[in-house]
């Protein structure tokens, strides 16, 4: 698996941006997709996950009705689409292969990991 994530950038509060994570090698499309963030002096934590053919989808309280998660396993890729962007959702965002199929929200459940797309968000 090597994984790439891309899209992140600078918008103004209320805005959209969308990130994908695409999967050179093609071996991840059996397994669940998530995306983390972690902004700066916290921890990482978990905003989505997307199980291996679509049909879960998992997401944090804080991002629940703004952000949304699919997937073309045609494409290899993940898709998170973020509408009506807060400050607070300032982050490196990135994406990570799971273990298993099954859409999880623990970082545990992840083996492979991305280099992590920056967002920033202006007030």
Known sequence: VQL?????????????LRLSCTDSKRTSSNNAVGWFRQAPGKEREFVTSISWNGGDTL????VKGRFTISRDRTKNTV??????LKPEDTAVY???????SAATPYAEGYRYWGQGTLVTVSS
């Not at 891309?6 to 103004?12: A, F, K, R, T, W």
């Not at 997401?59 to 804080?62: E, G, N, R, T």
């Open 4 to 16: 790439q994530a891309s899209g992140g950038g600078l918008v103004q509060a209320g805005g959209s």
């Open 59 to 62: 997401y944090a309280d804080s």
């Open 79 to 84: 898709y998170l689409q973020m509408n009506s």
């Open 94 to 100: 990135y994406c990570a292969v799971g273990r298993s």
